[in-house]
């Protein structure tokens, strides 16, 4: 038998030695589906540039193990212990984002429904649209300044709880009032939900983001903030140039006129086929699905 025969019979052997499970091909599935997502994750945050850095340490770890620098190689390994607590501190702002965006997938909700799709149910009115463009246009011709968070799923409780509770139903004349330049309510941001004005004068977290324009005020990073920490809707009337934009999921777009601010609010009104879809997961009786048709 020739060294080539050997080898072939070799590996038939050890091919049929092995025994693949539907549980071992299931187990390579998930884990090339996690690293591939932690590694995207890596791509697009501030971890890309962090992970470089430590790339850099390891170097010089492997050359000191190679030139058998001791001291260098005694404090990493007494170091090493705490590396792992290190890194969770370092990357904590990536890391919350990253489960907040795994939380925002819905998977469980796509399965088991949950008492919060009563928001969706509701959605944004027809009514709630008009006021807010009319407000927000109306506001950018007079230059006044204004940040309008619209809550959805994730509630924003505890950013309402910075500002004033007004509880009001929504009309432009009360937005123009509000943001009205030199009144009490005029500063922070004001948060609707489930087509109200729930509260003014809301404080919001200001984006850290590195790659927003430095001519952007205050408002705009705290629409961007609010955006990265939640799924809400922020409309941002520039108190310099009359302008009105929109910050969704961590982006901002910026310079819409009333079709394109009308458009990005309609997106988030619930559709019919959506609504019937919601009651019937929700197990109603057949009388309760005859009544909302």
């Not at 971890?47 to 190689?73: D, E, P, R, S």
């Not at 965006?101 to 928001?119: A, H, T």
């Amino acid at each position: 038998m020739s060294l080539e025969q050997l080898s072939q019979k070799i590996s038939l052997d050890a091919l049929g030695n092995l025994n693949v499970t539907f549980t071992d091909v299931a187990e390579i599935i998930i884990l090339s589906f996690i690293i591939y997502q932690i590694m995207m994750w890596i791509k697009s945050t501030r971890a890309w540039t962090l992970l470089k850095g430590f790339a850099v340490i390891l170097a010089v770890l492997a050359l000191a193990a190679v030139f058998k620098m001791n001291t260098i190689l005694w404090i990493a390994k007494n170091f090493f212990s705490l590396g792992i607590t290190a890194l969770i501190i370092v990357f904590q702002p990536e890391l919350r984002k990253a489960l907040e965006q795994l939380g925002e997938k819905n998977i469980l909700s796509s399965i088991v429904p949950f008492d919060n799709s009563k928001k969706e149910e509701k959605g944004i009115t027809d009514r709630t649209i008009s006021e807010l463009v009319k407000a927000c246009f109306e506001m950018g011709k007079a230059r006044t300044g204004a940040l309008i968070v619209l809550e959805q799923t994730v509630t924003l409780q505890d950013y309402e709880r910075t500002g004033i509770m007004v509880d009001s139903a929504i009309s432009s004349q009360l937005i123009l009032n509000i943001f009205e330049k030199n009144t009490p309510l005029h500063d922070g941001a004001m948060i609707i939900s489930e087509n109200r004005i729930r509260s003014a004068t809301c404080y919001l977290p200001l984006s850290d983001n590195m790659n927003l324009s430095k001519a952007l005020g205050t408002r705009h990073r705290a629409a961007v903030g609010i955006s990265e920490v939640s799924d809400s809707l922020t409309i941002v009337v520039s108190e310099e140039t009359g302008s009105v934009s929109v910050a969704k999921n961590g982006r901002l777009l910026r310079n819409l006129n009333q079709e394109q601010l009308c458009e990005q609010l309609q997106n988030l009104q619930v559709k019919p086929e959506e609504n019937r879809k919601i009651k019937l997961w929700k197990g109603r009786s057949r009388h309760e699905t005859k009544t909302d048709k």
